[in-house]
């Protein structure tokens, strides 16, 4: 065998697989397809659940992220200008830490650097054969050269679009997916927050987000529609729609900037089952995909590297494959409990095109429950923090 565990992808899945799998002495190879540049130059997730903290400093990378990242004991849902404030550490006893993706993939890489990991960039052609023989294969092509790779086993880490799910027969995957009729236009921007928590406001012009990266850089978004184009969004276009949109009092403590990043982002929720076939185990993007309104995506990313590297250790250290055969099962409950998670607080705070007034009531409805019980808050933060591994 040439290696152990063969990873595509070099993503915050990818790296974090590989990150766990050589500090348990396993040998690895993460092929991705892009530069290093381009994967640390995408802006995406914000939100670390406690778990994902606790599996970034097992894995020896935690150190820059307790010292920038901010912990947050709680988060604002509005609904016009009231905010209901949901208080995580007194609900939960547990808390959130503000640090961004690229953050946590900058450090995931200089980890890797550190051991002397192989991860290939500029990877092309990728394809995953012998996944039920004795070795699996993975063929590719890098500065210009076809290779192939055997292992013991393939870990799909290559995102939505990537060619592991693939390569599970058609016939043989079961996928479940729902296409929301709008988008999140973000912009990051170099002035301090609205307000020291996250705001997810519900407005009746849409949604808005007020994130933030840290005590001077924000990550704002809003509603649009899925037609709309990043060119369609002045610096000013966007300014004016985020403040009609939170509430009055965070509003007044809004300061403008000009934007460093501005994207749009589709929301879509998606599961492909099963997770695992033959010698393949999918984690991730590669799997699943959920609307970023429970800031889940990376976090289910890394609960599944967490299940993936138990089952990869036991496998190919003492020989035991019970881990593998129930891989799919295990990430699968969790996986759908943040589904649902996500599709709840993606309904319960975004305006759906043609609309009945119906519709806009229960969301008002939800959110003054949520205001006046206890019991509602709770089971919000308990999903918001994170379910138990
Ligand atoms: P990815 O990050 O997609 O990494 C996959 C890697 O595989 C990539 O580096 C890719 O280049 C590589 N690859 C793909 N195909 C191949 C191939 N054929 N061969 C080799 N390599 C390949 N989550 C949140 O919680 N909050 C957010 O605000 C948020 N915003 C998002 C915005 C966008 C535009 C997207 C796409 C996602 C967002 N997410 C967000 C989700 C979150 O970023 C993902 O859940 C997370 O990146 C998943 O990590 P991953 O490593 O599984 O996949
Ligand atoms: C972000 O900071 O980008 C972010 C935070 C929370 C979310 C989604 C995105 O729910």
Same mark, same amino acid.
């Given at each position: 065998?040439?290696?152990?565990?063969?990873?595509?992808?070099?993503?915050?899945?990818?790296?974090?697989?590989?990150?766990?799998?050589?500090?348990?002495?396993?040998?690895?190879?993460?092929?991705?397809?892009?530069?290093?540049?381009?994967?640390?130059?995408?802006?995406?997730?914000?939100?670390?659940?406690?778990?994902?903290?606790?599996?970034?400093?097992?894995?020896?990378?935690?150190?820059?992220?307790?010292?920038?990242?901010?912990?947050?004991?709680?988060?604002?849902?509005?609904?016009?200008?009231?905010?209901?404030?949901?208080?995580?550490?007194?609900?939960?006893?547990?808390?959130?830490?503000?640090?961004?993706?690229?953050?946590?993939?900058?450090?995931?890489?200089?980890?890797?650097?550190?051991?002397?990991?192989?991860?290939?960039?500029?990877?092309?052609?990728?394809? @995953? /054969?012998?996944?039920? $023989?004795?070795?699996? *294969?993975?063929?590719?092509?890098?500065?210009?050269?076809? #290779?192939? +790779?055997?292992?013991?086993?393939?870990?799909?880490?290559?995102?939505?679009?990537?060619?592991?799910?693939?390569?599970?027969?058609?016939?043989?995957?079961?996928?479940?997916?729902?296409?929301?009729?709008?988008?999140?236009?973000?912009?990051?921007?170099?002035?301090?927050?609205?307000?020291?928590?996250?705001?997810?406001?519900?407005?009746?012009?849409?949604?808005?987000?007020?994130?933030?990266?840290?005590?001077?850089?924000?990550?704002?978004?809003?509603?649009?529609?899925?037609?709309?184009?990043?060119?369609?969004?002045?610096?000013?276009?966007?300014?004016?729609?985020?403040?009609?949109?939170?509430?009055?009092?965070?509003?007044?403590?809004?300061?403008?900037?000009?934007? @460093? /990043?501005?994207?749009? $982002?589709?929301?879509? *929720?998606?599961?492909?089952?099963?997770?695992?076939?033959? #010698?393949? +185990?999918?984690?991730?993007?590669?799997?699943?995909?959920?609307?970023?309104?429970?800031?889940?995506?990376?976090?289910?990313?890394?609960?599944?590297?967490?299940?993936?590297?138990?089952?990869?250790?036991?496998?190919?250290?003492?020989?035991?494959?019970?881990?593998?055969?129930?891989?799919?099962?295990?990430?699968?409950?969790?996986?759908?409990?943040?589904?649902?998670?996500?599709?709840?607080?993606?309904?319960?705070?975004?305006?759906?095109?043609?609309?009945?007034?119906?519709?806009?009531?229960?969301?008002?409805?939800?959110?003054?429950?949520?205001?006046?019980?206890?019991?509602?808050?709770?089971?919000?933060?308990?999903?918001?923090?994170?379910?138990?591994?």
């Amino acid at each position: 065998m040439d290696t152990q565990v063969v990873i595509i992808g070099g993503g915050p899945s990818g790296l974090l697989l590989s990150q766990v799998l050589n500090r348990a002495g396993i040998a690895t190879v993460v092929l991705e397809r892009s530069s290093r540049a381009h994967v640390l130059s995408r802006i995406r997730a914000g939100v670390l659940e406690w778990g994902s903290v606790e599996l970034l400093r097992e894995a020896g990378i935690g150190a820059r992220m307790d010292a920038q990242g901010l912990p947050h004991d709680g988060t604002y849902l509005t609904d016009g200008d009231r905010m209901v404030h949901i208080d995580f550490k007194a609900l939960t006893g547990r808390r959130v830490m503000i640090y961004g993706q690229t953050e946590v993939t900058e450090d995931l890489y200089a980890a890797q650097d550190a051991m002397g990991t192989t991860v290939l960039h500029g990877v092309e052609d990728v394809v @995953i /054969e012998d996944l039920d $023989a004795a070795q699996a *294969s993975v063929s590719f092509t890098v500065e210009g050269a076809r #290779r192939t +790779l055997t292992c013991a086993y393939v870990a799909g880490c290559d995102g939505f679009h990537g060619v592991s799910r693939k390569t599970i027969p058609e016939a043989k995957r079961q996928e479940f997916e729902r296409v929301y009729p709008f988008g999140w236009l973000g912009i990051l921007s170099r002035t301090p927050p609205v307000h020291d928590e996250l705001i997810y406001a519900n407005s009746e012009h849409g949604f808005a987000l007020a994130s933030m990266r840290n005590p001077n850089l924000v990550r704002y978004y809003v509603q649009v529609p899925l037609s709309d184009k990043v060119e369609d969004w002045s610096d000013d276009r966007f300014w004016t729609e985020f403040k009609r949109r939170i509430p009055a009092q965070a509003a007044a403590a809004l300061v403008t900037g000009p934007s @460093i /990043e501005k994207s749009i $982002a589709p929301l879509r *929720s998606f599961v492909s089952e099963p997770l695992r076939w033959g #010698r393949l +185990l999918l984690l991730g993007d590669a799997a699943h995909i959920v609307p970023p309104t429970g800031a889940k995506g990376l976090n289910l990313a890394f609960s599944d590297v967490h299940y993936a590297s138990e089952a990869l250790i036991a496998a190919l250290t003492h020989g035991s494959t019970a881990g593998i055969d129930g891989y799919s099962a295990r990430a699968l409950q969790r996986i759908w409990k943040a589904m649902r998670f996500s599709w709840q607080m993606t309904t319960m705070l975004h305006q759906f095109e043609g609309e009945d007034s119906f519709a806009a009531q229960m969301r008002r409805a939800t959110l003054a429950h949520l205001a006046d019980s206890e019991t509602a808050q709770k089971d919000l933060a308990e999903n918001y923090i994170g379910l138990p591994y």
